[in-house]
């Protein structure tokens, strides 16, 4: 009934200044997206770390295999000079990819210097010992190998593609003339030469047309993200449903949030229900950025990209949403719990006077951010699959003959799968919200979603002050009422559910100091930050 929803600790970011574009900087920025980028920087350190246990391994074969490789017993201390080398190198190397201390893109260019000192490595290691004049060949040099391996995994301009390559080709000669000078190995004849290096030339002319080729596809798949005026720049979450992106304007220093929704996911291929998905797309993004309460997340742009995805545009909001806020501080109090809700309230009572119920209220989808001076600032996320009261037909873009919600915060009568859902369903689950902020408990526990929604409609909840002592009697009783199974004993709207909050003892004691005192304390630290930072809008199911 619900896929998995996406790790969304770090769906937030503060919005980067202009010069933080999010792609790679320089010539490469242009083209190749940040998240390709860092995906190949974590692959050089796999490669480095490669490079050092294969030249260990080739020195410990030298050692306890015989004929046929090279005994470092036997063989000149540059040898084992070389090995070593390549050995502390490729391990360094490993270190400092995965540290991630130094940007992706500066990462990359230490690997191009990386493959140059490595084919040096391994030219001074294969050309250590001399070449028996009985032997017509010798065999081909496992520099072409290292070359074709770079292509492959190290996404370059043209330009860096050539210098790195033939300056990497130019070590396996320079090797080999260091041998002859050193007086290691006498110096092979013409033919010789051109015998041992020419298969390495050769190939690393393909090697540069490969990573041409590659970098081509990058920029190709950078192209290919631009949302209308929007560019992706990072991949921030992924569900069942879609995906959630970071993106900037391509002519305003703004960061957004883009949810793409793929259509394949929601409805059947047939091209009537796709563009018939597509016209309640339409409505719904037009509805939802009809909303302008303050506390509802603003929806910038909306559209339908060439592949087929919808895509909302939404603001990027620097906060934590109240599941994680109760995951990592516990249960909150009761004072906090009531100014919460009813700045969750005010955006419910706009949308509901629009005819728009959200039908997936729920801990991850509100908000509690620092706007400007504001601290504990709400905004209700994912008005973007509500279901429109005026429609003359279900207007939703979920799977077909599945509950739209969630079913640890389902109101009864969805899991019914009921037909006539209004404004009211949003209070039950805004009332679940409540029961999670003040017990850090589900007011259900269940093994599956489908026992989880069926408790919803047949059991009793256990009031909140069983669970936490210090819940205020006036306030368990307007949680309790919004979880009345008979949606009419429930608060008739979003302005009454605000007013019986405002009545509760505790609706006038949490403070903008005691506000901002809270994340004075705990939001510039490390450790929250990258809990804090969970402001994307989520993406539904």
């Known amino acids: 009934m619900e896929p998995r929803e996406p790790d969304r600790r770090h769906l937030a970011r503060k919005s980067e200044s202009p010069s933080s574009p999010g792609l790679i900087p320089g010539a490469a920025a242009r083209t ?30 030298g050692i306890v295999v015989q004929p046929g490789w090279v005994d470092p017993r036997q063989a000149p ?57 009985d032997q017509a060949i010798r065999g081909n040099s496992s520099m072409a190998l290292w ?104 002519m305003l220093a703004r960061s957004a949030a883009i ?54 545009v939404m603001e990027l909001l620097d906060g934590i949403d109240l599941e994680a806020l109760v995951a990592r501080f516990g249960r909150q109090p009761a004072a906090r719990v009531v100014h919460l809700l009813r700045q969750a309230c005010d955006s419910l009572a706009e949308a509901h006077a629009l005819g728009l119920t959200h039908r997936d209220v729920k801990p991850r989808n509100i908000l509690a951010c620092r706007l400007g001076v504001n601290h504990d600032f709400v905004k209700v996320l994912d008005f973007g699959l509500v279901k429109m009261a005026d429609a003359g037909l279900e207007s939703r873009l979920t799977i077909e003959g599945t509950a739209a919600g969630t079913p640890a915060y389902m109101a009864p009568e969805c899991a019914l799968g009921a037909k006539d859902i209004d404004a009211r369903a949003d209070l039950y689950s805004l009332g679940c919200v409540a029961y999670w902020l003040l017990t850090g408990r589900l007011v259900f526990e269940a093994d599956n979603a489908m026992a989880m929604a069926l408790a919803h409609v047949q059991s009793a909840a256990v009031p909140p002050s069983k669970l936490a002592g ?20 429930r608060p008739q709207s979003a302005r009454q559910l605000d007013r019986m909050l405002a009545g509760c003892t505790a609706g006038a004691t949490w403070t903008r100091e005691q506000a901002e005192q809270w994340w004075n304390e705990y939001s510039p630290g490390d450790e929250v930050a990258g809990l804090a930072k969970g402001a994307s809008p989520a993406i539904t199911r």
């Open 147 to 250: 070359v074709a391996f770079f292509a492959l995994i190290i996404p370059a301009t043209m330009g860096k593609a050539i210098l790195a390559t033939l300056a990497t080709v130019a070590m396996g000669p320079i090797g080999l003339a260091v041998h002859v000078v050193l007086g290691n190995v006498t110096s092979p004849v013409p033919t010789q030469w051109f015998i041992l290096f020419l298969p390495t030339v050769l190939l690393a002319g393909c090697s540069v047309a490969i990573s041409r080729f590659l970098y081509r596809l990058g920029a190709q798949v950078s192209r290919a993200r631009e949302m209308g005026s929007y560019q992706l720049v990072d991949l921030l979450g992924r569900g069942g449903m879609g995906e959630v992106w970071r993106a900037r304007h391509r």
């Open 77 to 133: 201390r540059s040898y084992s000079a070389s090995i070593a080398a390549a050995v502390i190198a490729g391990f360094a190397l490993c270190a400092l990819a995965w540290s991630r201390k130094i940007p992706a893109h500066l990462m990359l260019d230490f690997g191009l210097v990386f493959e140059v000192l490595g084919g040096l490595f391994i030219s001074l290691a294969e050309n250590a010992v001399p070449w028996p004049p």
């Open 259 to 312: 949810k793409l929704i793929r259509t394949e996911r929601l409805v059947g291929s047939a091209p009537g229900e796709i563009e018939a998905a597509h016209r309640r797309f339409e409505r719904e993004a037009r509805a939802t950025a009809a909303l302008h309460s303050p506390h509802t997340v603003a929806l910038y742009d909306y559209g339908v990209s060439e592949d087929g995805a919808f895509y909302y």
């Open 32 to 61: 190749l997206p940040a998240d390709l980028v860092e995906r190949s920087a974590r692959r050089l350190g796999w490669l480095a770390l490669g490079y050092a246990v294969t030249q260990a391994m080739v020195f410990l074969l």
């Open 470 to 489: 210090d819940v205020p009697a006036d306030l368990e009783r307007v949680v309790l009422a919004c979880l009345e199974k008979d949606r009419e004993r």
